[in-house]
């Protein structure tokens, strides 16, 4: 017997996780994701993290601040950005890590730095872990590649 559309349609309701703070429904059980209105400014989306992490926040983006100073900041996919034309990092607070987005080819360019340092990283994303000292040296140069190769985000 063939089950109906609207079976299947159910089925995969089932298997949604949904999240208990805002409601919205997700296929991955505990999936990242901003709950509510995504703040206008990086000052504002910093202070809306946990106070434990909001230095290291301050720390990446002055390092990307300082490095990027003709960029504008801005928030853009609910995540501060830096833009000049067009994306050119972004950077986010995850449960147990600093999520850095300098897009795939440099994370692909620095994967031996990102190895000495012992950073976690996949296509377009880099690890920082809360617990580790920030590199933020390594922050900057990212920054500069992808300012100055017009790699980015």
């Known amino acids: 017997m063939m089950a109906s559309v609207k079976d299947s349609e159910i ?25 509510g209105k995504a703040p206008e400014t990086v000052d504002e989306y910093i202070s809306e993290q946990d ?60 994967a031996e730095r990102l190895d000495e340092y012992g950073l976690r990283y996949s296509k377009g994303s880099i690890q920082i872990p809360y617990s580790d000292e920030l590199p933020l040296k390594l922050v900057s140069e990212i920054a500069a590649w992808c300012r100055d190769t017009g790699n980015h985000a």
Not at 13 to 33: I, Y
Not at 56 to 77: G, M, T
Not at 85 to 101: D, E, P, R, S, V
Request: hydrophobic letters at 35%; aromatic letters at 10%; charged letters at 25%.
């Open 51 to 110: 106070a434990g992490i909001q230095e290291q926040l301050q720390l990446v983006r002055k390092a990307i601040r300082d490095e990027l100073p003709e960029a504008k900041e801005k928030i853009s996919w609910a995540m501060p950005t830096w833009w000049n034309g067009h994306n050119i990092i972004h950077f986010a607070a995850q449960k147990t890590h600093i999520g850095l987005y300098p897009g795939p080819e440099t994370v692909a360019c620095f």
């Open 11 to 35: 089925k995969a309701e089932e298997k949604m996780w949904k999240c208990r703070k805002c409601g919205r429904s997700f296929r991955n059980e505990n999936q990242s994701h901003f709950c």
